[in-house]
């Protein structure tokens, strides 16, 4: 009996440490008995996030019959579980769980980051269509960076603006210049936009790319 207060207490330290360190510290925690089936004592964490009480995981120190079938009979141990989705669904305000089986890119490039402790909040996801619109040069001999152009977009674009992808290069045999089109995809989050509208902004892009990247434009 003495042997399992200590295991449960571990099991409790181990699993507050973890959720803190997720959801920062100073997070009120709450233990909850419960039932597991393999599992005595066992409990569920609650957590008090946004001003409501949240399940998060269910744990319990493990019953010692299993323990022994595991050829550990001279151990004592405990386990959890939580649902990760459920974590990421509350760290992240993503508000669908469907998603996560998503292949959307608009979904999948929202979690692409290069460090992992970089912040995320989920952007929903506009329902609207898209209007797809190709831009194609010739690059300057030198000087030329990709980034600088999707810099560019973006700037000029603004919110409309949901990716850009360079979707062919192409080198001319005898000049040996070297051509990039790229395919930018507009969309926006309240409404349909108009092929026009669309348009000004693709033709602001144009005449930029050319005045500021030094590109001779295959409009």
Request: hydrophobic share 40%; net charge negative; aromatic share 12%.
């Amino acid at each position: 009996m003495e042997a399992m207060k200590l295991v449960e207490f571990d099991l409790k330290q181990t699993l507050t440490r973890l959720v803190r360190h997720l959801f920062g510290d100073g997070l009120e925690i709450r233990w909850v008995d419960c039932y597991f089936p393999f599992t005595h004592p066992s409990f569920e964490m609650e957590i008090n996030f946004h001003g409501e009480w949240l399940e998060v995981l269910g744990c319990g120190v493990m019953e010692q019959q299993l323990v022994n079938s595991a050829g550990a009979q001279d151990r004592i141990g405990w386990a959890f579980g939580l649902g990760l989705e459920r974590l990421a669904m509350i760290l992240y305000d993503i508000p669908d769980i469907r998603l996560f089986w998503s292949e959307d890119e608009r979904f999948l490039k929202q979690f692409h980051v290069s460090d992992i402790n970089q912040k995320v909040k989920f952007q929903p996801l506009s329902k609207y269509p898209a209007v797809i619109n190709d831009i194609s040069f010739w690059l300057p001999s030198e000087n030329y960076a990709e980034n600088d152009f999707y810099d560019l977009v973006r700037t000029i674009g603004g919110d409309l603006v949901e990716k850009v992808d360079l979707i062919d290069k192409f080198e001319h045999p005898k000049t040996h210049k070297t051509s990039h089109c790229y395919r930018i995809t507009y969309r926006h989050m309240e409404r349909t936009l108009s092929q026009r509208e669309v348009g000004q902004v693709h033709q602001a892009v144009q005449e930029a790319v050319v005045q500021l990247l030094g590109v001779e434009g295959r409009f």
